[in-house]
């Protein structure tokens, strides 16, 4: 079950010895990439890519907390965002990450990294830090969510029957029998930002959550999923791309990071006039038995255009959605619009997020 630790000083455990103070590394020292491309317990979020692709997308400060031996290899780490203005600045590992501990080196322990990470954030002026995942504190945090890790067998048949009879395998051989789905590999960048996105803005609409830009995606690509960190399935049926998932991995992990479908209709054919166009297209076909994808949540930045929140709030403002017939009605339609930009720059600006993190965005 993981947890945000957000600590200062005062809940740190006693009895955990900083040792050295850390030292901060590039995300791209080449002495980091090493510690983790060699490291058995390294997640996809400490792979460097990740974090790039954090700052790069939202325009952060990316760097890595470090514990080097005196021949100057690293000992333990830990990636971190900064966030926020002068004021209250913070140390996030990682925003938008389910889960990210400090990686540790044999020399290294968790109460002696907990130590040395406070230390580090005292000496640097930093409010506060928030890691996700359990740290060695006085009063640990309380769960945030569910964190299901399961083995993986090499053979397919042998995960399959360790499902659910009635709920996951009777669910896989109804729609096996009753509609043609095929599951395909993306091989390119498009699939990821035009098809998937367009799933999972959709789904987040349904949901009424936020959904991350179509850059975040675009990026993704590029810093995961070409370099061979990740793939992305998509199912298709009849032609129409119905579901899809994106799957991020390292050595010794494959993570289930975000998953998007539209409504079937009883013939099993997607209802989504909006975007069939755009998610009906033809690629190489990689079928895989017995695999389907599932809807998800995860953390996210920027709202959906149609969904529940600010974006709701500022739906009545849109111009294109309702024209005044009417000059002081077209003044008050205009007025309301720029009260609710202003509203949301200055929360953004109370909360250290760019200034148009909950303005209306249709992810181009």
């Known amino acids: 079950m993981p947890t945000r630790a957000a600590f200062t000083s005062r809940n740190v455990a006693e009895g955990g010895r900083a040792g050295p103070p850390l030292v901060r590394l590039e995300l791209g020292d080449a002495r980091w990439r090493k510690f983790v491309g060699g490291h058995a317990d390294a997640q996809p979020s ?26 100057g290899e690293v000992l333990a780490g830990l990636p971190v965002i900064a966030v926020g203005g002068h004021l209250q600045r913070r140390w996030i590992s990682l925003p938008f990450t389910d889960y990210c ?17 406070d230390a580090a954030r005292r000496a640097g002026d930093v409010a506060s830090i928030e890691v996700r995942a359990a740290l060695d504190t006085e009063a640990p945090p309380p769960p945030v969510g569910l964190r299901h890790v399961l083995e993986l067998p090499g053979d397919p048949a042998h995960a399959f029957e360790r ?14 029998r009753d509609r043609v ?10 699939e990821l930002s035009d098809v998937f996105y367009r799933l999972h803005l959709d789904a987040r609409r349904r949901h009424g959550t936020p959904v991350q830009p179509r850059r975040f995606f675009r990026l993704l690509w590029e810093r995961m999923i070409e370099p061979g960190l990740g793939f992305v399935l998509l199912a298709y049926a009849d032609r129409t791309a119905v579901a ?10 494959l993570l289930y990071k975000y998953a998007a479908g539209c409504q ?25 038995a017995r695999q389907t994808p599932a ?3 995860h953390q996210s930045t920027n709202p959906p255009r149609d969904g529940i929140g600010f974006s709701t709030l500022k ?18 339609r205009v007025i309301q619009r720029l009260l609710g930009l202003t509203l949301a720059i200055l929360l953004n600006t109370l909360l250290g997020r760019p200034p148009r993190a909950l303005a209306g965005y249709d992810g181009r």
């Open 101 to 117: 501990p400090p990686l540790l080196g044999p020399q290294a322990t968790q109460s002696s990294m907990t130590a040395a990470i």
């Open 295 to 297: 809807h998800r949540d």
């Open 244 to 253: 899809g998932a994106v799957f991020l991995r390292s050595d010794s992990a």
């Open 264 to 288: 079937l209709s009883s013939s099993g054919r997607g209802t989504q006039p909006r975007t069939a166009r755009d998610t009906r297209v033809a690629g190489p076909r990689h079928t895989h």
């Open 163 to 176: 499902f659910h009879h009635s709920h996951v395998q009777r669910a896989i051989r109804r729609v096996e």
């Open 181 to 190: 789905l095929e599951l395909r590999v993306a091989s390119s960048r498009d």
């Open 315 to 332: 739906r009545p403002m849109r111009l294109e959605d309702r024209l005044a017939k009417t000059l002081p009605g077209l003044a008050q």
């Open 46 to 71: 400490h792979h460097p890519e990740w974090a790039c692709l954090l700052a790069e997308c939202y325009a952060l400060e990316p760097f890595v907390l470090a514990a080097m031996s005196e021949a």
